[in-house]
């Protein structure tokens, strides 16, 4: 089975349909889990949980006197349910706002969805430019700094793949001010030079041949360097 990382199980969690509380029958919160292991530290499994916050709920109502009868200490459940499995376990905890700091609010959810619609949106005008090897498009979505990072990502690598000559320029000068994302542009630009047989000159930065000896812009020795 494929590991997923956090990013792919939070839209998958959001493209599913909340289970409700077997104990009360309320919609379950979307649950962040800390990044601390509780009870037997073996760790949540899962970045993200369903959990009931009603304060209403059965279990979480009766369980401040099941856990101060039984075992003298403050405290009582929450409902927790696994996504993938949809089990439902509790969780012990120790006040009214225990674990309500973890929650996924609604405005969360909404950034998310719309990041997510932005997304694909960006790859699906990218997945066009790749087919008709539009390098230019390509390099308008990499430039734009209100387009999501993983889609720079994506038009960084079809850069080294369609892009020409002109791009190395605007691609050396701009700061993308995110690492990964530099980091894909500078492959990029080095890759274009190996499909055009190209480099830069060390002193003037002006493109020229990979084999020159001497740069036609300013003159210089290059060869060697």
């Avoid at 760790?43 to 003298?72: S, V």
């Avoid at 699906?124 to 430039?143: H, N, T």
Wanted: with cysteine.
């Amino acid at each position: 089975m494929a590991l997923q990382t956090k990013e792919q199980v939070f839209e998958q969690i959001l493209s599913a349909e909340k289970p409700h509380c077997p104990h009360c029958g309320v919609e379950m919160n979307i649950w962040e889990v800390p990044p601390v292991p509780c009870d037997d530290g073996l760790g949540w499994g899962t970045p993200y949980l369903y959990m009931c916050f009603n304060d209403d709920c059965p279990l979480y109502a009766q369980g401040w006197n099941h856990i101060e009868e039984n075992y003298g200490r403050t405290a009582s459940y929450r409902c927790l349910c696994y996504p993938d499995s949809r089990k439902f376990e509790c969780m012990t905890v120790f006040g009214p706002f225990g674990g309500t700091g973890q929650i996924v609010d609604d405005q969360a959810v909404a950034q998310q969805r719309e990041l997510e619609e932005k997304i694909k949106a960006g790859m699906a005008r990218l997945e066009e430019y790749e087919g008709a090897k539009d390098g230019a498009g390509v390099l308008e979505i990499l430039m734009d700094a209100t387009a999501p990072a993983r889609v720079r990502v994506r038009a960084a690598e079809l850069t080294a793949e369609i892009g020409d000559l002109g791009a190395v320029d605007p691609l050396r000068d701009h700061n993308f001010g995110n690492d990964i994302i530099n980091k894909k542009v500078d492959d990029a630009v080095k890759r274009i030079h190996e499909r055009f047989y190209t480099r830069e000159c060390p002193f003037c930065a002006e493109i020229i041949k990979q084999r020159a000896n001497i740069c036609k812009h300013c003159g210089k020795d290059v060869a060697g360097r």
